[in-house]
C-alpha cells in the first residue's frame, strides 16, 4: 500500500481534545505512525490553537430569564454521571474548592445554581 494515504479526521469538543492532549495518548497515536516528536508539538500546538475561540460581539438585549433551582441529589446525580463519562474526583475536588466547598454535602444552597452551570459545561445533563 506503499503511496497510498488515508486521511483520519477525529472531531471531539474542547474538553475531549485538551483531555487527549494531555494524556499523551495523541502523542502516542503519532509516535506509532514513526511521525517526529517536533512535528507531534506542531500538531497539539496547531490544535490548542483552534481550540480558543474569538468571543462573537453581540447586540445587548434583554432576554427573560427564570430562575431555575437544583437539589441536592440532582446535583450528586450529574456529578455521578460526569465521572461515569470519565471526569476525575480530583477535577470534581477542584470544581466543588471553586464554589467553597470540600464535598457536595458542604455546598451551599447559594451556589447550586452556579455549580450546576459548571457541571452542564463539563457535559452534565442537568
Same mark, same amino acid.
Given at each position: 500500500?506503499q ?5 483520519l ?9 485538551? /483531555?487527549v ?6 502523542a502516542?497515536? *503519532?509516535?506509532?505512525?514513526?511521525i517526529?516528536t517536533?512535528?507531534?508539538?506542531n500538531?497539539? %500546538?496547531?490544535?490548542?490553537?483552534? #481550540?480558543?475561540v474569538?468571543p ?9 430569564t427564570a ?9 450528586? #446525580? ?7 463519562k ?7 475536588t ?7 466547598? %470540600? ?8 451556589? *447550586?445554581?452556579? *455549580?450546576?452551570?459548571?457541571l /452542564? ?6
Amino acid at each position: 500500500m506503499q503511496g497510498t494515504t488515508l486521511k483520519l479526521i477525529v472531531e471531539m469538543d474542547t474538553q475531549d481534545a485538551q /483531555r487527549v492532549i494531555k494524556s499523551g495518548s495523541l502523542a502516542s497515536l *503519532f509516535s506509532d505512525l514513526n511521525i517526529s516528536t517536533d512535528e507531534i508539538k506542531n500538531i497539539e %500546538s496547531e490544535a490548542e490553537k483552534e #481550540m480558543i475561540v474569538e468571543p462573537q460581539q453581540t447586540e445587548n438585549k434583554t432576554v427573560p430569564t427564570a430562575t431555575i433551582s437544583y437539589t441536592l441529589d440532582e446535583l450528586q #446525580m450529574a456529578a455521578i454521571s460526569l465521572m461515569d463519562k470519565g471526569l476525575s474526583s480530583k477535577d470534581l475536588t477542584s470544581l466543588l474548592s471553586k464554589h467553597g466547598a %470540600s464535598s457536595l454535602p458542604e455546598l451551599s444552597e447559594d451556589n *447550586f445554581g452556579a *455549580f450546576a452551570l459548571d457541571l /452542564r459545561q463539563m457535559g452534565a445533563e442537568i
